[in-house]
């Protein structure tokens, strides 16, 4: 991957503003909306099935993405997250899915592999637990937060994206993103994002907005952890905590310029 | 306008700690919340419908307003705001409308007009492509960002103030305010602001304090506007970005003094 | 209390990482996961009826609490908490019970006397106003900030925390702690701590930290007190009002050390 195809895709989001609808958790709506600002993009924060299939065409017509994330999931908001799948799907909107917590209760895990049934996401993005949950049953995790390394659940990824036609990317450390066959790796990013919460949430929000200017998903879902690592470093130079972290990872996102990006990409 | 008008109805929000009631959206409600707390204001946030007479109650007897926001509307929330509006109006308690995405979908239009069919509001306040869908049908937006400037809606906001006889805000670059008749705009503020989520909402809950200590509702628009753009730039002049800037301007807000409202005001 | 004791809950909190699951209301939800996460602690938002009890058996397993703060309750909301009290307390899990607002419609009142009577329990912590509105009827309250002192409720608290078999925890300018019999008092904090939304939120979820590796309730819900006012003294030193005070909060939990707790604690 060279720096300059992210630095492109930067510039293609911050010209185009594309649309990213999201339905998203409680936790972090408001967090994923500054990040895909911060980044260029248009957020919408909408969850009535009603009004599914109109933000759908509007998400068409001006061009975006459709995310889904599980988080504080509950019956009707699964519900309008198939539809706005389905929805999506059936327009060519790429959608990314982000199943936080699978593993942790049988419920969210069942949610999960239903959305998964409705329509085929571009991209699902998790850590380690999260991917080897949906990847097989009796793989244990601790809450949302993951028990596992990026290594350990490299296959649980090839053959989850093979299952679904789709790209998996596992973050952690290191982010693990592979289609089945092809496959790489983004070493950015500091430990301390992870006593952030929602920074997951933010890079499948991320992802969204970088498959509407990008159409091929193993890029996109590649580049998406890759400014997300890089403006967590940025962030930590000049953060005392977390709590200045995450102001500061909104600055380094609507800083970012293509100096940076060359400087500090670690991929492989 | 005259800054000290501003300045003292500031001087009666920080002494009487108006009670601002707020039905709004999931993605700013923590935002909204920080600043009304930073101006002087106490906010509540609360939906459930077996409750909205008694916080009518409340607010009556401590005196308040009422502030509704559909941002993620859904059928049981609607219901709630429509029963809220109807319990203040019948207490002369003053209401804020912000009717963020109207025209993206027609779902989001229709509960507008619901709303608005259930009780008469003091103020409406969206960005222009809102005030020109709660006009009249066929304008279109996109997503919750405006598609249009604050003077293409100039018409439209005060059709709209005259047919429901209330006051239009239309907040963007300038903030145009009206009662159908009278008008005022406001030139304060700084671009980077529509990069942080919902100051736009914000701008609305401000409405409501305003409103609390000052019964005349194109003044106290007026004034809420004024106060969000003078934040704006003092927040700006310290922030490196989205992130900083939505940390300074609540720090700006309770910072706020005389001084810098009769500096920095820029009304016609 | 001893500082060295509050010093070895932090660690121990730090090293294992305590499950605190919450269900809590929209506003603060950000900052309580984001506080956990700052202190060591490992947070889970969810509310869906259906995932209580596998969410309780995790709870279980790993080690943790359960935090319930009704907020922005809502009719299924209650249901979820009444049914993840039950899950918790059957299996020796200590709860937390926020009542937000209690005493500021009827509603909420009945709300928190339902959850008291599913299940008992650990501590209950709120403003003075909330904990004299539990304790017996026709107190008032403004909205969800208190109308009272302190003071004021500690007998309020001695007689509840009697009735429940449980700490209440008052929190104020002195935060008030008893199980009815012994009571301890912490001087920490700073009163720009009212100006940011939801930091008596966060003290109930730092409690069920505590709680988690410190199985006496009276010390358990005491450390979580000074910690807070600790920070809080911490974060005003370096903030220029309520927007850095919340995020200098948060970097102070995460970089809290011994010598700040000894140096700084102020309890009696």
Redesign the interface.
Known sequence: MHATEIWTNVEAIRAR?P?V?NIT???????T??AL??LGA???????E??ME??AD?TRL?GGALVINI??????WIDAMATAMRAAVARGIPVVLDPV?AG?????TQACRDLLAAARPAVIRGNASEIMALWKDGVTT????SAHGTEAAAEAARELASRHACVVCVSGATDFITDGGHEARVHNGVPMM?????LGCTASALTGAFLAVQPSALPAATHAMAVMGICGEVAAER??????L??????????LDRETIETRLRCS
């Open positions: 503003n649309l609808h958790n409680y936790v972090v709506m408001n967090n909306a500054n600002l911060a248009s957020p919408v924060m909408a969850h009535a009603e009004e109109a933000l509007l001006v988080g504080t999931l509950s019956r009707a917590g942790a209760t049988a419920y969210r601790k809450g949302v937060d992870t006593r952030v919460t929602g953060a005392a905590g977390p709590g200045t995450q102001t500061h990872f909104l600055d380094a996102l609507y800083n």
